[in-house]
Nanobody
Framework: QVQLVESGGGLVQAGGSLRLSCAASGRTFSSYVMGWFRQIPGKEREFVAAISWNGGRVLYADSVKGRFTISRDNAKNTVYLQMNSLKPEDTAVYYC??????????????????WGQGTQVTVSS
């Protein structure tokens, strides 16, 4: 069992930056692929980024490539999402998720095993 708690969301102007954090409980954090997803009301949860167990491989949605960076610190049981050059269309609730396994095999939300409660990111124009 893994419990995930996101933090770092907030209100920022377009062009600004935010860093999201996701702290995980448990001693097996390094056994999970970690992902970030986002969701706006009335739409399905959308893949944003994922990172393999040791950070050796990362994957991004085209919409955030070059602006967002995912990273992890296994010693701190934490995964991060650095978001730069934010746009109003990045406004959403951002969720971190854990997928059992070492390598990234999916970007489908339903395949992830554990979820945090989400943190709101609002980008004003």
């Amino acid at each position: 069992q893994v419990q995930l708690v996101e933090s770092g969301g907030g209100l920022v102007q377009a062009g600004g930056s935010l860093r999201l954090s996701c702290a995980a409980s448990g001693r097996t954090f390094s056994s999970y692929v970690m992902g970030w997803f986002r969701q706006i009301p009335g739409k399905e949860r959308e893949f944003v980024a994922a990172i393999s167990w040791n950070g050796g491989r990362v994957l991004y949605a085209d919409s955030v490539k070059g602006r967002f960076t995912i990273s992890r610190d296994n010693a701190k049981n934490t995964v991060y999402l650095q978001m730069n050059s934010l746009k109003p269309e990045d406004t959403a609730v951002y969720y971190c998720a854990a997928d059992r396994g070492l390598m990234i095999t999916t970007t489908v939300a339903d395949r992830y095993d554990y979820w945090g409660q989400g943190t709101q990111v609002t980008v004003s124009s």
